[in-house]
């Protein structure tokens, strides 16, 4: 089965530091999707992306959040200025078409760790 | 609104039972609801999904769901566990303007006796 690629698997960083998780999503899906999962809590959606341009977004990726599609296949979520709380299992999603009957494609997940 | 939630946060049977793991949803219209397992330092893998055709759900590995509406209810079960399904596992709802907004319970975590 195809699969989405995400990298790096782990990510420590200073607070105030900017880091870019990295996304390959299966080629030829159309919608691209970030969830988060803080340790012990939900897994939450952060944002999805189509046609180059945020589609839906939760109140949690608020202005240090933003994300790109700077290639044919990369799918990037940065975050500007890492906060404590921002450690998480981050996960990069995507799908083919739209519609709430298409199932998702998920990475494996970067860790983060904010110190 | 859609939500799901997952009755236990951890589930021990041993090996060679049944395994039923527990979900029930809200969800303001016929909902489309999914089960996803994680593996240690795996991605998340569709199990299976229910979108309004038949109520009873088969999915890969041997686990099944049965969408019951009069309970709002979305029950995972297998007949017989084995090792390998030791995993986290997530009941989810999809839903959102765009219906492209998946909503996660808090998760299962399964662990298989020996």
């Known amino acids: 089965e195809p699969e989405v690629t995400q990298t790096p698997s782990h990510q420590v960083t200073q607070m105030g530091q900017e880091v870019i998780l990295r996304c390959v999503p299966i080629?030829?899906?159309?919608?691209f999707y970030w969830y988060r999962q803080i340790l012990g809590q939900k897994v939450e959606f952060l944002v999805s992306?189509?046609?180059?341009?945020?589609?839906?977004k939760s109140e949690i990726f608020d202005d240090q959040f933003s994300v790109e599609r700077p290639d044919g296949s990369n799918f990037t979520l940065k975050i500007r200025s890492t906060k404590l709380e921002d450690s998480a299992m981050y996960f990069c999603?995507?799908?083919?078409?739209?519609?709430?009957?298409?199932?998702?494609?998920f990475g494996s997940g970067t860790q983060l760790s904010v110190l | 609104a859609q939500s799901v939630t997952q009755l236990d946060s951890h589930v021990s049977v041993s090996e060679g039972t049944p395994v039923l793991l527990r979900c029930n949803y809200s969800?303001?219209?016929?909902?489309?609801l999914f089960w996803y397992v994680q593996h240690p330092n795996k991605g998340l893998q569709l199990l299976l999904k229910?979108?309004?055709?038949?109520?009873l759900v088969k999915g890969i590995n041997g686990f099944e769901a049965e969408f019951k509406k009069s309970e709002t209810s979305f029950h995972l079960t297998k007949p017989s566990a084995h090792m390998s399904d030791a995993a986290e596992y997530f009941c989810?709802?999809?839903?959102?303007?765009?219906?492209?907004?998946?909503?996660f319970g808090t998760g299962t975590s399964l662990t298989v006796i020996p």
């Open positions: 989810v709802v999809s839903g959102g303007a765009t219906g492209n907004q998946f909503y």
């Open positions: 999603a995507s799908k083919i078409r739209q519609g709430r009957n298409e199932k998702l494609f």
């Open positions: 080629s030829n899906h159309l919608y």
């Open positions: 992306f189509y046609n180059n341009e945020i589609s839906e």
């Open positions: 229910y979108t309004s055709a038949a109520t």
């Open positions: 969800s303001s219209y016929s909902p489309s």
